[in-house]
């Protein structure tokens, strides 16, 4: 059994995932709490919220970014607004041709992402920095076929599903707050990620909340999303 | 609601844009008075007309250029700055107008706010 507080990082959704009934376990690199014990895979493959704030991520920026990342062996392509899934399960967003974000697997395996924060160095001179997502912004998943109905309530976008397909992305405004939203179904569960800054994040879960109470305001979990990954 | 077509991300409220003032040519910094610099800094021509301004798309912090007709509040146009570079240095030379394509812009819709 762990807690939240007993890491330096910690989701700040922690109290109100505690209140609704969250219980804790380690994240697999052990350096934080994630929220486990909720909801279960039928209201996730309806419409449910997941906070993956504690999950490895990290992004990088610089006008050479895309051939710096192809030569690290990350699948993308210059691609503006477009994901693209790793052999390992992980997800990389091409924000724009100097800006990419990589999501680390469900399973919560941060090797790949910490090599590449490691291995970078100024003096390489590549024209590609690293950029610490993983601080700045907070991490949710919204899976479900309602998920699209939910979101027309939020923000302006069209995210239905045939008008939004797999592997796109909107930089938008949800809520009234910026946020990335990128749709990258789990299994053959609809979901969409959605990266918005950190500081703003109980107000942004509170609105999510909110929008999906007329679906059936479900919460999920890691290993809820698992469950959907694998059948 | 006003629909600006941002040249990087595509067709968005209005409310996603933030207004970047009339693009005009940057003084030489090292030799421009002080008026110079004041009136490029913070003095706006107010055309009324077709003017050139920078607009900024809030989410992705993309900056590029649009036409907007200040009488009828209509964005007539929206291009990537290389775009307008472009088409600048073309016009210069007298040349026929560049490949790069300007995305239209200033549609009215009855979408929602975001």
């Known amino acids: ?231 | 609601m006003k629909i600006l077509n941002c040249p990087l991300n595509g067709p968005r409220n209005i409310s996603e844009f933030v207004w970047g003032g009339e693009m005009k040519p940057m003084p030489d910094p090292a030799t421009a008075t002080d008026a110079q610099w004041t009136d490029f800094l913070f003095l706006e021509d107010n055309t009324a007309g077709e003017i050139t301004e920078w607009w900024l798309h809030a989410p992705t912090n993309y900056w590029f250029i649009a036409r907007r007709n200040t009488l009828t509040d209509e964005i007539i146009e929206t291009m990537t700055y290389d775009a307008y570079l472009a088409r600048q240095k073309a016009n210069a030379s007298g040349e026929a107008e560049p490949a790069a394509k300007p995305t239209t812009g200033g549609t009215e819709t009855g979408a929602t706010s975001a």
């Open chain 1, 1 to 231: 059994m762990t807690t939240p507080e007993q890491h330096l990082r910690r989701t700040p959704l922690r109290s109100a995932l505690t209140k609704a009934g969250a219980k804790w376990t380690a994240t697999p690199a052990g350096d934080a709490a994630i929220s486990d014990g909720l909801g279960s895979i039928n209201a996730a493959r309806h419409l449910a919220i997941t906070d993956l704030s504690t999950m490895p991520r990290i992004g990088f920026k610089g006008r050479q970014t895309i051939p710096a990342m192809q030569k690290r062996g990350i699948v993308l392509e210059g691609t503006a607004n477009r994901a693209f899934r790793q052999p390992d399960g992980g997800l990389c967003l091409v924000l724009a041709a100097s800006e990419v974000i990589l999501l680390s697997p469900l399973s919560g395996d941060d090797g790949k992402l910490q090599k590449l924060h490691d291995d970078w160095r100024l003096d390489d001179a590549e024209r590609t920095y690293p950029m610490l997502r993983r601080d700045s912004q907070a991490w949710f998943v919204v899976t479900g076929a309602k998920a699209p109905e939910m979101f027309a309530k939020i923000c302006g976008i069209d995210f239905r599903l045939n008008k939004f397909p797999d592997l796109s992305i909107a930089q938008t405004s949800v809520a009234k707050i910026s946020a990335i939203v990128t749709r990258a179904d789990i299994g053959s569960t609809p979901a969409f990620h959605i990266l918005a800054d950190s500081a703003s994040a109980l107000y942004f879960f509170d609105c999510l909340i909110d929008a999906a109470q007329e679906f059936g305001n479900a919460l999920a979990c890691r290993s809820i999303l698992r469950d959907l990954e694998s059948g």
